[in-house]
């Protein structure tokens, strides 16, 4: 690889490199806002080293002391360690703890609050977190300097080391496995009797050793709390390794996979201290293989998204503009299935309504109010003001995006958002498995985690392993014919409902289904549109009056295979767009069925919680850029008057613009279709050509452009770099106030400009 190193030459980009791009100046992280200042290894080790207790040692007495430095007298005289317990003077306050614990709070500044506890990586890291709250960038900044000076010194002054005796042997193991043995011999048993299927014993074989793989590591982690060596110090403390790795070393390595990923039945029962048997070897070097094979995939798998993802939103900016923004709903059930508090997704964004006794509409949802509106579980949803809800035209309004994590104030006009977003989603990319799961051979029902499921979602692809939807509402009743479900939903009451029209066109015909929210007549310029009240059939009698009946559509029955689970019961009442089985829900079905908001909602909920999975958090609103952007473009229906022709598929925005334009001249306005396109489809559909062509297909985009005589008004960040103008975010959109003063050289000579040469083709 080659890295250049850039030298910034003129004062612009002298002032911009000490002021923006300094790392003392970005200490959070613009993916979720946590420190991106990370403490670990060796620093950790030191502080860890310096703050822990001693085994029993809450039994000791506390020595007391005058102050810090006859303690530390007493610790050169060798008469106390640094995790003996002392009592003294410390702040004005009487301190009775472990005199390492006195000098690692001595580097903080005299108001932050004392810590006395023993400083893993994680709580290290929450104290960085607390600094940059209660003291800004600059003081922080200042502070993980001294921690990381005192972490060094002390892990030298540690002098731990690691041994082969270090890795003291598990001593229940023997018994551990024994019993596992046990029953895996019952298991065998069971199935030479024909009481069990060759894939249940295949199952509850490998269950059996990942229970035992559970137990050992159980029983290690209680060993060690009781020990106090230089391996328990390294992997408490977070510097290094893990519990489970040490597991391998002296436990067991257990149960291993094939390079399908599939688990192989044999487990293996020796240890890395104790060595492996030939056999064993060999199982294991299949998974491991398949291990590196699919880091060297992944890496070039997540790059790739990456590139997707900032073609797709690289010009998303955002705004100084006010909207009116009806806002998109929050629910606790959905930060529920992610896995975060309900309250971490709220932080930092402003409210679409007034929310309880908390806050008003339009204000800021603070971490404390966040936290409150957590514990109240009267609160099951909560509208926020948010980018895929704001109907703005131009940019993204600040307040609709809310606070920018990086800098946990309100994000700044002309903000290139949309590549900080896709940026903050691809780079944890690496860090997602490649998986897919095999649920015991049966062939179709692999569901897909990991990468490949947040690109199957980003690319609006028909998923592996389709749940069933149901697309009438009613009542279900569920039975088993042979090796499958029948599920039948029977529609409630037909009860119709009148639509009344007030000088609209009907735009749907007679006899066709509709769903509740979809239009279904607007007037002549668009400007007041009647949607269908409830999910039923159109009808429309002799005298001109519109009925919609609820489950004319008749019963729907359901034959779903054997291997599927259900996730309704008999009886339960079933809304449209509901699902029937598990697995992943086709999008564009969703979208017919629920709606847009709903499949919005489903993108995010799905793809937050694989990212979360793997410890990794993303702020919802960078999810928010790119799925809008998904729904960016709209199929043209009837184009009014204005330049389109039906069938082209083109940017909301654009439509959006022309039908303000032709409304204020008072012609006929454009009707379009909602579209939901993959990210590569979307950056292909978008208004800048000069961008498209630079990402895919180069040769068809050009032509099509040539052939329909495109005009780029060169709005994003690509198409500018492409022609060498400043990019349109930033710094570069401030007037040029850093060139005044400077001279016109030719001016200043009295030399004309040259004139422009015509050049004769």
Known sequence: DQMAVHLPLSDEAQKEAQGIMASSMNLLKPADGSPILHIEQDIVLGCYYL???????????????????????????KTITLQSRVRLPFRGEVRQTTLGRVLFNEIFPEDFPFQDEAMTKKKLNSVLALAHQMYGQAKTAQIADDLKDLGFAYATASGLSLGMGDFSDLGSLEEIVKAAEERASEISDQYEQGFITEDERYRLTVETWMDTDANVQKALTEQFAGEDSSMSIAVVSGARGNIGQVKTAVGLLGV????????????????????LTPLEYFTATRGARKGMIDTALKTADSGYLTRRLVDVSQDVFTTDEDIEDPGFALYREGAAYIGVPYGSRLEGRYAAENIGKYVKKGELITSEIASQIDTDESLDGVKIMSVLSVPSIKGIPRKSYGLDPATRDLIAEFAPVGVIAAQSIGEPGTQ???????????????????????EELFEVRTPKGQAYLSEVEGVASVWEEGEQYIVQIAPKELKATEVKLEGQTLRVASGSTVREGEVIAVNEDGSKAIVAPLSGVIDVAEDGKIMVTPGKQGTARYEIPGFKQLTIKDGDMIKVGDRLTNGSINLHDLMKLSGVEATQRYIMNEILSIFAAQG???ADKHLEIIVRQMFSRVQIDEPGDSEFVTGDIVSKQTVLESNERLAGEGKQLIRFNQLLLGITKASLATDSFLSAASFQDTTRVLIGAATSGKVDKLFGLKENVILGRKIPVGTGVLGDSDNDGFTDVAEALGQPEPEPVAVES
């Open 256 to 275: 291993v996979t094939d390079a399908t990923g599939k688990a192989i039945e044999l487990p293996i029962r020796s240890n890395y201290k104790g060595g």
């Open 616 to 618: 990794q958090n993303i």
């Open 51 to 77: 703050t822990y207790e001693k085994l029993g040692a809450q039994k000791q007495k506390a020595q007391a002391f005058t102050g810090i430095a006859s303690a530390i007298m007493a610790l050169d005289a």
């Open 432 to 454: 997602l498995t490649l998986k897919t799961f095999h649920s015991g051979g049966v062939a179709g029902e692999d569901i897909t985690t990991g990468l490949p499921r947040v």
